[in-house]
């Protein structure tokens, strides 16, 4: 059996990112607390076959590959920087190309970054929202950094740090539940 994968998915579609930074940050932590195997893109990855696509079909092979991982990982690392209060359009019409039944009970770890404070409800009002339409399951500790929480594009605030250690424990914590039920099913 292939080993379970963690997949992460940034809204950024400009490099350097320190959303895409803090996501694969989080992706790795959980790969390694937990044992999965981690992969993480971005919008930038996608190319330019999302702009332009109106159904997942209309995707270009690259594209579509990366919508196919997101859409069959274990677990899924989902973060956007703020533009305009929200995560960036293209992060939402990734989602939009998804099947609305795709993503459900899965469980799913909401990330953002902004310029400073006062967006960061994004991960409640905005996040949130958007994977509770897909019957995803959101965990509860969502992590929102901003500028001045990152040095040279790492991650280095401490008490960021320890919510996303509270979040990669509660991967673990649902992880185990799922493995316990489908040996209780044996
Ligand atoms: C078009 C645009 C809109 C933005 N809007 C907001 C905003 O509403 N609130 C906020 O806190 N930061 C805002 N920012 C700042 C970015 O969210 C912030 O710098 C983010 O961490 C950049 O992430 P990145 O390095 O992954 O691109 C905006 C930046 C841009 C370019």
Known sequence: MPNPTVVGFSGNFTRPSKTRGFVEQVV??????HGLSAST????????????????RDLDEQARAILDKVINADVLVAGSPT??????????????LIDPAALRGKPVVLLATG?????????????????GFFEALALSTAVYATDKDFADGVLRSEPILKRVAQAVGEV??????????SVAAE
Do not use: C, M
């Open 41 to 56: 893109y971005d919008v930038e990855d996608l190319g330019p076959s999302l702009g332009q696509a109106k159904w997942a």
């Open 172 to 181: 673990g914590l649902v992880l185990a539940n799922r493995s316990g039920a």
């Open 28 to 33: 790795k932590d959980i790969a390694r607390q």
């Open 83 to 96: 533009y305009k209060g929200s995560y960036t359009g293209l992060f939402k019409h990734f989602f939009d």
């Open 115 to 131: 310029g400073g404070e006062r967006h960061a409800l994004i991960v409640e009002h905005q996040l949130r929202p958007l994977f």
